[in-house]
């Protein structure tokens, strides 16, 4: 079956930087728009950032603009997301997600979810 699997995360202090990595397998790549989803205790999951198939078109949520970077390799089969200035409220665990369709991602639209990898940010 099609399975979507985060590397990367990790205890950092605010200020560092951390990169993730969703590989999948089984799942044709290049048919589906990427995304990087959060979900912190008390507050709904959240889309923070996506990429288009072919990598053309890149979307992120306000809070993260300028400071992380969604990337993808189609001949690796993988999407990125670079990390920056990393502040205490990024601390949630983040999912991988293939969808079809929008690039702004919703959690209904997702066809496969990975199994999620936990980012905790200390002040």
């Known amino acids: 079956q099609v399975q979507l699997v985060e590397s990367g995360g990790g205890l950092v202090q605010a200020g560092d930087s951390l990169g993730l990595s969703c590989a999948t397998s089984?799942?044709?790549?290049?048919?589906?728009?990427m995304a990087w989803f959060r979900h912190a205790p008390g507050k709904e999951r959240e889309l923070v950032a996506s990429?288009?198939?072919?990598?053309?078109?890149?979307y992120y949520t306000d809070s993260v603009k300028g400071r992380f970077t969604i990337t993808r390799d189609n001949a690796k089969n993988t999407v990125y997301l670079r990390m920056n200035s990393l502040k205490s409220d990024d601390t949630a665990v983040y999912f991988c997600?293939?969808?079809?369709?929008?690039?702004?991602?919703?959690?209904?639209?997702?066809?496969?979810w990975g199994q999620g990898t936990q980012v905790t940010v200390s002040s």
């Open positions: 997600a293939a969808a079809k369709g929008s690039i702004v991602v919703s959690p209904g639209s997702v066809d496969y």
């Open positions: 089984r799942l044709t790549f290049t048919n589906y728009v």
């Open positions: 990429i288009t198939r072919y990598g053309f078109s890149t």
